[in-house]
């Protein structure tokens, strides 16, 4: 079957760092997303691996591996608007279906 | 900035009446999808369409739905017979190219009574 985990909730502190994890077990594989989506908005792009390693977009960065179905999210320098869920999704595939993980939403305290 | 946009932001309809939900795509873009999410749920893939077909559809997506693309620039998407569970948040999007990079639109939250 198809399956992304993910932690339902996470808290931390502004100018901090988080990293949110994200285990996918999917029967085909063609990349991996993180959307960011405040709450009644709609989902927007943060990054996309299609390759092991690590992929670093300003203050947000990105790392896959293939081999262990596991992807995390690094959010460095934490500001209160970062306060949101963030959602792992896998295309698997097949004509471009993609998969959304239940996302994990984050607090961000003073 | 380019964008995609979808009418109306929000729909009430009668159970087993048919609605129509409109998007315009990201103009060269070529890839365009429908999701749903249900209030507090995860977003659920339901159809991609790419060169006037269907490219993958999900299990919800069963004979009420449909989607078309009328013209140049509008993607639709129909549910012919509503139910309750039908009421969500219905996103479209678009990419340019398959699979990748895909810009939502603000959505259309539908309630069905």
């Not at chain 1, 992929?55 to 179905?69: A, I, M, P, Q, W």
């Not at chain 2, 069963?62 to 993607?75: A, I, K, L």
Request: charged share 20%.
């Amino acid at each position: 079957g198809q399956n992304i985990d993910q932690p339902t909730e996470m808290t931390a502190t502004e100018g901090a760092i988080v990293q949110i994890n994200c285990t996918y077990q999917t029967s085909g594989f063609n990349g991996l997303f993180w959307y960011q989506q405040h709450a009644g908005e709609a989902p927007t792009f943060l990054s996309y691996n299609v390759l092991d390693g690590l992929e670093e977009k300003g203050r947000f960065s990105s790392f896959l591996s293939r081999s262990k179905g596991y992807s995390y999210l690094l959010l460095k320098e934490l500001q209160m608007k970062d306060s949101a869920s963030y959602l792992c999704a896998v295309n698997d595939g097949e004509g471009f279906k993609t998969i959304f993980g239940a996302g994990t939403r984050l607090f961000v305290k003073a | 900035e380019p964008e995609v946009t979808q009418t109306p932001s929000h729909q009430v309809t009668q159970m087993g009446q048919e609605v129509i939900l409109r998007c315009v795509p990201i103009s060269n873009h070529l890839y365009f999808y429908w999701y749903r999410q249900i209030l507090g749920q995860k977003v659920e893939f339901l159809v991609s369409f790419y060169n006037n077909e269907i490219s993958e559809k999900s299990e919800i997506f069963d004979d009420q739905f449909s989607v078309e693309r009328p013209d140049g620039s509008n993607f639709t998407l129909k549910i012919r017979s509503t139910k309750l569970e039908d009421s969500a948040m219905y996103f479209c999007a678009s990419s340019a190219t398959g699979g990748t990079e895909a810009f939502f639109g603000q959505g259309t939250r539908l309630t069905v009574v």
